[in-house]
């Protein structure tokens, strides 16, 4: 169970981690590069947050069905 733990605890610090990377979609990308840098980072991080909410959930069920006690 130690192992479980370093390894969710590893994918948490990886995810807070990749909130700093820049991500754009080819469409948002067109937009961003001929508008000002503020719309850019905005869709920026509207991008990154629409991505990392399905991954809290899968993060979040496995933790629960693993903490779950067998009976």
């Known amino acids: 169970m130690k192992g479980l ?3 969710v605890f590893l994918l948490i610090v990886g995810c807070l981690i ?17 508008q000002y840098n503020s719309l ?4 920026n991080n509207g991008i990154l947050y629409l991505m990392g909410i399905p ?7 496995a933790i629960y069905l693993f903490r779950k006690p067998k009976s």
């Open 5 to 7: 733990g370093k390894l």
């Open 18 to 34: 990749a909130a700093d990377a820049t991500a754009q979609c080819s469409m948002c990308r067109a937009v961003a590069e001929s």
């Open 40 to 43: 850019a980072e905005g869709l």
């Open 55 to 61: 991954y809290m959930l899968l993060i979040g069920s």
